[in-house]
């Protein structure tokens, strides 16, 4: 049963271009959370979606960036127009229910660590 | 609002017990979860507590709830350098995400 899968690993993109980051949960697990970090910042919740829905985009920047995770097909977080600042390490995670308060157990993909040129 | 508050790095030598704390924000957490992560790796969930618990032992590690002042602690008795890593705790927001603190650094001295 593979874990979560997070492509690509490392993302180089010079400042204006678009950064595509790819999120496939865990088997059976519908609900899907970007995070970011920074360094000496912690973990910063972006978005939570489930199944063609978005639960709660309250982490995420007004421009720019968008999230999907479609009925088929991995979770997309998308970031437009790049810049220094968007670099960091940006992880996906997946559980199988909502409501994180009731102990569903989240796991973590490796990351994708963006470098914005 | 939602906060979760940690000290961001503590030394300790090998041999010796790790304590690591975190403050947090929101008295209606039902769980609350203590993770860790590797270099260059995710997070890894490490273990979490009830918040109806005052305390989880779990081999090595002790997890400790004060939930009057809002205060947890993961304690790593005999502490390795394997165990080098930053750990994050982490307590559910509303909807249902995990809100983690800012990570503390753990460096383990041979």
């Known amino acids: 049963n593979a874990g979560v899968m997070q492509n690509p690993r490392h993302l180089v993109r010079r400042r204006g271009q678009e950064a595509r980051l790819r999120c496939s949960p865990m088997?059976?697990?519908?609900?899907v959370y970007w995070y970011r970090q920074l360094p000496e910042e912690g973990l910063k919740f972006m978005v939570y979606?489930?199944?063609?829905?978005?639960?709660?985009e309250s982490g995420m920047p007004k421009e720019r960036f968008s999230a999907e995770f479609p009925k088929e097909g991995p979770s997309i977080l998308r970031i437009q127009q790049v810049v220094r600042g968007d670099s960091a390490a940006y992880f996906c995670?997946?559980?199988?229910?909502?409501?994180?308060?009731?102990?569903?157990?989240?796991?973590f993909g490796s990351g994708t660590q963006l470098s914005v040129l | 609002g939602e906060d979760v508050e940690q000290s961001l790095f503590l030394s300790v030598r090998e041999g010796d017990s790790s304590v690591i704390n975190c403050t947090y924000t929101?008295?209606?957490?039902?769980?609350l979860y203590w993770y860790k992560q590797e270099p260059g790796a995710g997070l890894q969930l490490l273990t979490y507590?009830?918040?109806?618990?005052d305390m989880k032992q779990d081999q090595r590690l002790t997890v400790l709830l004060n939930k009057k002042d809002k205060h947890l602690s993961l304690r790593i008795a005999d502490t390795q350098t394997g165990d080098s890593a930053i750990y994050f705790c982490?307590?559910?927001?509303?909807?249902?995400?995990?809100?983690f603190g800012q990570g503390t650094t753990l460096q383990v001295k041979p």
């Open positions: 929101d008295s209606s957490s039902t769980y």
């Open positions: 982490a307590e559910p927001g509303n909807t249902g995400k995990l809100i």
């Open positions: 088997k059976g697990h519908s609900h």
């Open positions: 995670a997946s559980s199988s229910g909502p409501g994180l308060a009731t102990n569903e157990k989240l796991f």
């Open positions: 507590i009830f918040s109806n618990m």
């Open positions: 979606l489930q199944k063609e829905n978005i639960i709660d």
